[in-house]
């Protein structure tokens, strides 16, 4: 087999950038009691927290799939115990994938995979008029506030730990006033998919209001990006606060990257990938197709020169793959040339456009050819891709 023969000649593929989510199937709620009705009511609310988690929509749970399957939770448990946290018994679970996955393939709902864009947040607490950025280890409650609202989401998160270079690196007015590029200067050696601007206004140990700039780049490209970041607001306690936030940011992500499920799902299909030179470039390009939400099986069936030809079959729709596969930079589709004008075009090019791939039967005259109809066709896409490592 071809895949064979490449694996011999080399060690190791390319590591995905994403952040990898391991919880995504995991839930932990507050257990009031052991009876029988608070235990089922606790494992509903596990249930809609892994839906959530997994689909990227904080409504899944107004499916009406969804809502009939909420009533029969026990059935997608796999594993479940007990524990504590914050002085309250809880009631931790484990769900099946697969059956997960099947329940949101039947609602026609999305999944959002467990490779996630990293998100670096720059929290700025003004209070009584005093502003100070909240950095990772200041130890401040807002912290496990926001990096627990983000775990509910599955949203990978990070915050700045606050050292010599980050101070020195920006201030707060370049935050509270969303100033890109020191905000991308600063944010750059944390090398995060997406940075995330808060800017808190607390008035009490009860109430706070945020808002929210979401650059849904790395620092790399935001300096350079056309693409306007997206916004949002935010108020109530500052748990309640900050979960809100995490709520619409994680919509706004998952409407990005995660894929719709219950589509047509296409038979098997092939599309090329040209300027595979290495070993490393081919596992890096299979890992690459293997890991799409959308993708049930791959297979490389052709090597010839430095193009490979991969049998795909997928689980959703050919649109949802191509949109997938679309977000990795390192692929670019192949457009077919733009055929020249009809007037610039010899005789003989003219029959070539007009029997393009047809053995002609009869004699024709090139000089009464008009393919001026068939010049105006748009350029189809094709199913052949180009490989920039």
Known sequence: MLRIALLL????????????????YQAEVVLP??????????????????????????????????????????AYVSQFGYGSRDGQQTLSLAFDRGQIRNLLTQANATLWREERPSVLVWLVKDANR????????????????LKRAADQRGVPVMMPIGDFEDITAINIPDLWGGFIQPIAGASARYQPDAVLVVRLRQ?????????????????????????MPAEGRASGTPADALTQMMDQVADRLAAKYA??????????FAI?????????????LERLLTNLTSVASVNASRLQGDTVTFAVNLLSSETAF????????????????????????????????????????TTVDPDAVDVSATLMQPRTETNQFYWSP
């Open 9 to 24: 000649c080399a060690f190791l593929a390319w590591p995905l950038k994403a952040a990898t989510v391991t919880n995504l």
């Open 33 to 74: 009691d052991t009876d029988r009705a608070s235990e089922t009511k606790a494992r509903e609310a596990a249930l809609a927290q892994v839906l959530v988690k997994v689909s990227g929509q904080s409504a899944i749970t107004e499916n009406e799939v969804i809502q009939k399957a909420m009533a029969n939770s026990r």
């Open 130 to 145: 005093n502003r100070d950025i909240v950095w990772d280890q200041s130890g401040s409650v807002l912290t496990t506030q």
């Open 203 to 227: 008035s009490g140990a009860d109430s706070a209001q945020l808002g929210w700039q979401l650059f849904a780049d790395s620092p790399e490209q935001l300096t350079s990006s056309q693409t």
């Open 259 to 268: 894929v719709p499920l219950g589509g047509a799902a296409s038979d098997a």
């Open 272 to 284: 090329e990938v040209a300027n595979i030179r290495t070993t490393e470039d081919f596992f890096a």
């Open 322 to 361: 191509y949109q997938e596969l679309g977000r990795d930079q390192r692929l670019s589709r192949v457009v077919p040339d733009m055929p020249q004008p009809a007037e610039a075009m010899s005789p003989e090019e003219k029959l070539q456009v007009l029997y393009a791939g047809v053995e002609a039967e």
